[in-house]
């Protein structure tokens, strides 16, 4: 049995508690609220406290809360050479306090309070100063997760960004997509099938096999229709460089 | 029984030829293809002709062939005062031969000929100049497909637009997501369950509630990070502009 302890009550906090609370191997101990009033739905047994100093020792404790405390939550840690870890993409690891053994626990996926997840299928990708303590990560990654990865933070780095690409823009393109037929009075239902194909199709071609469309024709007719059938100035400009870059990257 | 014919052996042909086969009330008579080695792998018993002349009168001709040829196939169907439609989201019905009935069929779908779909699930936009021809689209449209809408020229043009954002644009993103892994020697398996969610997301929450990350909170810290991390001009210059018009977005 391991026993681990979240820092928070954010999105990524709660579903690592409903994830631990499943898990066979992990004792939840403890989790740290600043915010007396935060809803811990499917927590039942764990004990939640407001005081960093009732904060008893555990194998692991999870930092789950914003980029910018993540270093002054851990320095309030109150113990030595325990082992801390933070659910950061884009913070180094080297940015938790200097008083206990530091580590990562990032979950690669976009958690929402509102919608559940299947986590198993969540992507964590972890990181240690030591092979025990990547040993003693793994093992309570693979307790909620079937997909674990080792990763160095430069990788999680190039990670986050490659996420920011997949997932935030792609999402944004998606609110583009609805906007242009709210413009034309077109239900956005009818763009959802192809949404999901979209996204299917990487299933069994790369993306560069999967690249379809005007701008890979290079079918400078049809790019030009688009244009002028564009009335918004951004949505233009975005249709501008994305066709751009579609077209130089079929010449490489 | 409603008599198609498909002029055409491309992709879209050859998911309406597959979709037709299995429709209890439509003959598929016979598909034209220009190409005599066109392989017509789920066609069983359909008659393949190479002579416009050969083709016999049915109740609906279905051009699936590039935008660029719909005008000059459609003046070779060998018939007047026929209904004969095209199968593209970016041509104008007009478009089509003044000889016969004018309409549209068009799947909003991204097809591949490696590629499996279920065509029950393909979006079909159809259109044509009377009652009584939309009515006998409809039937055929539904033969094969659930998800059967009247859209017009114009709201058909935005769909189009909207596609290549949601699709063309998506996937592309996705591409440069699957760089910066190669990048930094990450493997893109990572990020698969994260682009899965993205489009999975779409269907309880709307894009613009679903947005997520640093532009939308406008972290100006991160933000400059990934600029700072990203090597390649062409990802750097899509950053910023998708960053902004996600920042811009949110003050509206």
Redesign the interface.
């Known amino acids: 049995m391991i026993s681990v302890s979240i820092i928070g009550s954010g999105n990524v906090a709660q579903h690592l508690i409903s994830a631990f609370e499943k898990a066979e191997n992990i004792e939840l101990v403890q989790v740290y609220s600043r915010n007396p009033t935060a809803n811990f739905p499917d927590s039942k047994s764990v004990a939640i406290t407001q005081n960093f100093n009732e904060l008893q020792p555990v194998d692991l404790f999870i930092i789950a809360v914003s980029?910018?405390v993540i270093t002054s939550v851990s320095d309030q840690i109150p113990f030595s050479n325990q082992l801390v870890v933070h659910t950061s993409g884009?913070v180094a690891m080297e940015s938790l306090s200097n008083s206990n053994r530091k580590g990562v626990f990032y979950p690669?996926?976009?958690l929402?309070k509102?919608?559940e997840?299947n986590f198993k299928?969540?992507?964590l990708?972890i990181e240690a100063e030591s092979n025990s303590d990547l040993e003693l990560l793994h093992e309570v990654a693979s307790a909620i997760s079937n997909?674990v990865?080792e990763?160095d933070s430069?990788?999680r780095?190039?990670?986050?960004?490659?996420?920011?690409?997949?997932?935030?823009?792609?999402?944004?393109?998606?609110?583009?997509?609805?906007e242009?037929?709210d413009?034309?009075?077109?239900?956005f239902e009818?763009?959802?099938?192809?949404?999901?194909?979209?996204?299917?199709?990487?299933?069994?071609?790369?993306?560069?096999e999967?690249?379809?469309?005007?701008?890979?024709r290079n079918?400078t007719?049809?790019i030009n229709?688009?244009l002028d059938?564009?009335s918004n100035p951004?949505?233009k400009?975005?249709?501008k460089?994305?066709t751009k870059?579609?077209i130089?990257?079929g010449k490489l």
């Open positions: 980029d910018d884009s690669l996926q976009t929402s509102t919608k997840i299928e969540v992507p990708c997909n990865f990763i430069n990788q780095k190039s990670l986050h960004v490659a996420a920011v690409f997949v997932n935030n823009f792609t999402n944004h393109l998606f609110q583009i997509g609805n242009i037929c413009e034309n009075r077109v239900s009818i763009l959802k099938p192809l949404i999901f194909e979209t996204a299917n199709k990487i299933n069994s071609l790369s993306p560069k999967a690249q379809t469309g005007p701008a890979k079918d007719i049809t229709k688009h059938f564009l951004n949505h400009e975005i249709y460089i994305l870059s579609i130089d990257n």
